[in-house]
């Protein structure tokens, strides 16, 4: 039974559930069930693929519909609990089809964003990401492991030679990173994979090594 104060909690907290960021409706969870079995059928049965430096890359689902859609609204539309639900999603693939031994429990290192365009949008999305994911598989979270020192324009419609020319020397290692420690690359999207490729260089130039990556969506073709 309810006593007055915890019906009072509990009427407060179903007023104050805020709605499906996908549809708009009401939800149990940050995502609705209905949004939820729609993400579902973007996952792939099999995410494993091989990433650039023949480095082993899990990624979540398709690039495409439900999960294209949840992304868009994460990063442009002001809903930074979306993060939540990919993060765990990508949490769990990854504890069932771990690469590696999952005792290893490599740091995990979101990509950054340019300052400036992290303040414009008020969060680095993958950042939000590699933390569910973390609270998820239990690995520890270093957000400042890699800076992003170039401010690039959107990467897309580039060809791959003007992506690899704008990630020239765009990231840098955080002082604060042990480089002893194994690491594993997250971002949100993986489209051609230069981005995670100068990430990954940078490290790698300063001793660091890359165990593996992972992203939420990749597209299914990629040139
Ligand atoms: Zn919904």
Redo the contacts with the bound molecule.
Sequence with gaps: MYNWKQLGEHLLSIFLQPN??????S?EAV??G???RQLEQCRFSEGKFQGKRKIPLLVWGKYEGSLKRAIAVLKYEQKPEMARPLGEKLGETWLQRATFPVSLKPVVIPIPLHPEKEKQRGYNQAQLIARSFCQVTGFPLHTQGLKRIKNTEALFGLTPQQRQKQLDRAFAVGESLNLQQPILLLDDIYTTGTTIQAAQMTLHQAGGKVLAVTAVAKPEKTR
């Design positions: 499906c960021p996908l549809c708009g409706r939800a995502v609705c209905n949004c939820n």
